[in-house]
C-alpha cells in the first residue's frame, strides 16, 4: 500500500482568498486616505497580513514542524532586528549631532518651483 500525502480540506483555501480579497481591498482603500503615518503603517499591517496568510496556508507552513519554522523565520525576523537596531542608531548619531553642532545634518528636500 503506497503511503498517501497529507490532505487539507478545502475550506481552508477558500477562507484565505476570501480573507487576502477583503485584505487587498483594505489596502486599497487606504490609498484614499489623506494620513501620512496611519496610512503607511496600515499599508504595511495588511501587507504582512497577507504575506504572512500566504505563507502559513498555500506554502503549508501551518502544518510543518516548529524546527523548520524557526529555519525558515528566523532570519527575516534577525534582518528585522537588525534593521530596527540600525535606525535607533542612526537617530543617536543625529541626536548626538544637534547636541555637538547645534542643528540637525538632515536636509529635507525642497519643491522646485
Known sequence: MAAEG???PLKIYWIMWGA???LSA???ATDFMDR?????FLILLFMFLKAGGIVWIFMHMGWERLALKFAILGPPVAILVLIWLMAYEGFYVEDTRVESFGESTFVPE????
Open 6 to 8: 497529507q490532505q487539507h
Open 20 to 22: 487576502l480579497f477583503v
Open 26 to 28: 483594505f489596502s486599497y
Open 36 to 40: 501620512g503615518a496611519l496610512r503607511h
Open 110 to 113: 525642497t519643491p522646485h518651483h
